[in-house]
């Protein structure tokens, strides 16, 4: 499936499944998953200097309400959620 104008950052496939269309707090981001390498990636990346100043100022707050971390142990990860949709590993598409 084609989606958005974009090619993945990772293969430059342009071929991708939309994961979900909302970020955590219900506004719109859309969120995919390349099929051909398995990268998941937001449709729309913003500037540089956008993704850095969101990240040092506001992200923490945003998303673990702290200022600082708290360390722990972190989850299972993006990697095991995803797993399911990845292409296998080492395969092609000709085998």
């Known amino acids: 499936m084609k989606t958005g104008l ?19 707090d219900r506004s719109p981001l859309t969120t995919l998953l390349c099929t051909n390498c398995g990268l998941g990636r ?22 673990k309400r702290a200022h600082q971390p708290k360390g722990g142990t972190a989850g299972p990860g993006p990697v095991s959620v995803l797993n399911p949709w990845a292409p296998p590993r080492g395969l092609s598409s000709s085998q």
């Open 42 to 63: 937001s449709e729309r990346l913003p500037p540089r200097d956008e993704a850095l100043v969101y990240y040092r100022d506001e992200y923490r707050l945003e998303y």
């Open 6 to 24: 974009e090619s993945c950052p990772l293969c430059d496939s342009m071929h991708s499944v939309v994961l979900s269309r909302y970020a955590r």
